[in-house]
C-alpha cells in the first residue's frame, strides 16, 4: 500500500514558479509510475505530467508543455513538478497519484487517464494570481 502526501502548493504571482513534492510511504515507488493530476472548481480531474516507473518516459498535457517537468527520485521516495512561467489556468487541486507495481503509465492518446491509477494522495491547492 502506497501513502501519498503532496506539499508546496501555495499563492504564486502569474509568470512566477513553483515546485510541488510527494513523498511517498508504505512502500518504495521505484516500480512505480506516478502522475499529477489538476482539478479545477467544477471540473474534472486531468492529468498535467506523469512519469514511467522505468526508462524515464515521461507525458505532458499539452498546455504546460516546455513549462512544467515531472521529476523523480527514488532514493528520497519522492516525486516533484516544477512549474515554470504559472499562467491563472494552471490554478486548482493538484493531485500525486501512483500506477500499480510495474504498470507503464495509463495513456490514451496523449493523455493518461485518472482511472489507471491506483493510489492517490489528499491534494494541494495552487493559486495563480493574474
Known amino acids: 500500500q502506497v501513502q501519498l502526501v503532496e506539499s508546496g502548493g501555495g499563492l504564486v504571482q502569474a509568470g512566477n514558479s513553483l515546485r510541488l513534492s510527494c513523498a511517498a510511504s508504505?512502500?518504495?515507488?521505484?516500480?512505480?509510475?506516478m502522475g499529477w493530476f489538476r482539478q479545477a472548481p467544477g471540473k474534472e480531474r486531468e492529468v498535467v505530467a506523469a512519469i514511467s516507473w522505468v526508462g524515464g518516459v515521461t507525458l505532458y498535457a499539452d498546455p504546460v508543455k516546455g513549462r512544467f517537468t515531472i521529476s523523480r527520485d527514488d532514493a528520497k521516495n519522492t516525486i516533484y513538478l516544477q512549474m515554470n512561467g504559472m499562467k491563472d489556468e494552471v490554478s486548482g487541486i493538484y493531485y500525486c497519484a501512483a500506477v500499480r507495481d510495474y504498470g507503464p503509465i495509463p495513456e490514451n492518446d496523449g493523455t493518461s487517464d485518472s482511472r489507471g491509477y491506483d493510489y492517490w494522495g489528499q491534494g494541494t491547492l495552487v493559486t495563480v494570481k493574474a
Open positions: 508504505g512502500q518504495t515507488i521505484n516500480r512505480n509510475s
